[in-house]
């Protein structure tokens, strides 16, 4: 059983930056691909960003790019998600997610967080 815990969210003014972390515990951590999603109030889950088992390869939402990178650290069993030039849009519950794969998803993953808030207000 794998099991994903978030933190790092908060509230930070337009303009700010944040870095979420997630740590898996339960299984080999370099045997996963690892993403981050995002839900704001009254709207579906979506994707945020995706990195592959040895972080070779990562891929963005068109809303992110230039602005978050997502790194992963497979001593520390943790990825990670920078977010900088932070908007009031980015407001949302952020949660990361895993799956026994080498490749980078935008959905089907399989063990999820419970999610982290962040604010960011004008």
Avoid: H
Avoid at 24 to 34: E, H, P, V
Avoid at 57 to 84: C, E, H, P, W
Avoid at 88 to 96: G, R
């Amino acid at each position: 059983q794998v099991q994903l815990v978030e933190s790092g969210g908060g509230s930070v003014q337009a303009g700010g930056s944040l870095r979420l972390s997630c740590a898996q515990s339960g299984r080999t951590f370099s045997n996963y691909a690892m993403g981050w999603f995002r839900q704001a109030p009254g709207k579906e889950r979506e994707f945020v960003a995706a990195i592959t088992r040895r972080g070779g390869s990562t891929d963005y939402a068109d809303s992110v790019k230039g602005r978050f990178t997502i790194a992963r650290g497979n001593a520390k069993n943790t990825v990670y998600l920078q977010m900088s030039s932070l908007k009031p849009e980015d407001t949302a519950v952020y949660y990361c997610a895993a799956k026994t794969a080498d490749i980078l998803l935008k959905y089907g993953y399989d063990y999820w967080g419970q999610g982290t808030q962040v604010i960011v207000s004008s």
